[in-house]
């Protein structure tokens, strides 16, 4: 039986990370296999496209370059890592997935969402996720929350973050289906509950 492949999208400091770990141990205390993997990322070849386009020491892409570059790290993780585990039966869980190229490079950097469509449905094709949980979070709270260093994308301006939200908010409404809007301004406790009450029923 082919596995889930389940996404948790939203903006910088929502609690993405947070709430992978914390799905992944639900689901394994429930015996199932879980692979947790991260966009950018998950293969040799896309961490170091990963610190590429992160790393705020080093000249920043133009918008078309950076929508390719995650193009690039997501096919690579998709032929080596996500697909193989659905087909052999293991439940993929991925912090990020196209749903922030669509949100980020589409709406916020201004490329068109439905360019950034067509240029990863290229090759995604058969492997939409089967859900995806978005956190949505005011963006004054959620940058507010970084207690590292921040990379390239989290030093943005608050406008920018702001059009990140709309934008999570705008692909919500064309993929109804598929993206469930879980409230990450409450504690990570109550997110949790929140997620698993929408895993349970795809499982």
């Known amino acids: 039986m082919k596995g889930k492949f389940i996404t948790i999208e939203g903006p910088d400091g929502a609690g993405k990370t947070t709430q992978v770990r914390k799905i992944a141990q639900y689901l394994k205390s429930a015996g199932k296999n879980v692979l947790i993997t991260r966009e950018p990322g998950g293969t040799a070849f896309g961490e170091k496209l990963r610190d ?17 570059i995650y193009a690039a790290s997501r096919a690579q993780l998709i032929k080596k890592v996500i697909a193989p585990a659905l087909l052999g039966g293991t439940h993929v869980l991925c912090d990020r997935f196209v749903d922030s190229s669509l949100a980020y490079q589409g709406w916020a950097r201004g ?11 290229w090759f995604i094709q058969d492997w939409w996720p089967d859900i995806t949980i978005l956190l949505d979070v005011d963006p004054a709270l959620s ?19 702001k059009r990140v939200r709309e934008g999570f908010l705008k692909v919500r409404d064309m993929f109804p ?3 469930v809007t879980v409230d990450a301004s409450e504690s990570p406790e109550k997110v949790f509950n929140a997620i698993i009450g929408v895993i349970k029923n795809i499982l």
């Open 111 to 121: 490329l068109g969402i439905q360019t950034i469509m067509e240029i990863n449905s």
């Open 177 to 179: 289906e598929r993206i």
């Open 143 to 161: 940058i507010s929350r970084l207690n590292r260093a921040r990379d390239r994308l989290e030093r943005e301006t608050m406008d920018f973050h």
């Open 52 to 68: 590429t386009l992160l790393s705020p020491g080093i000249e920043s892409p133009v918008p078309e370059a950076e929508a390719l």
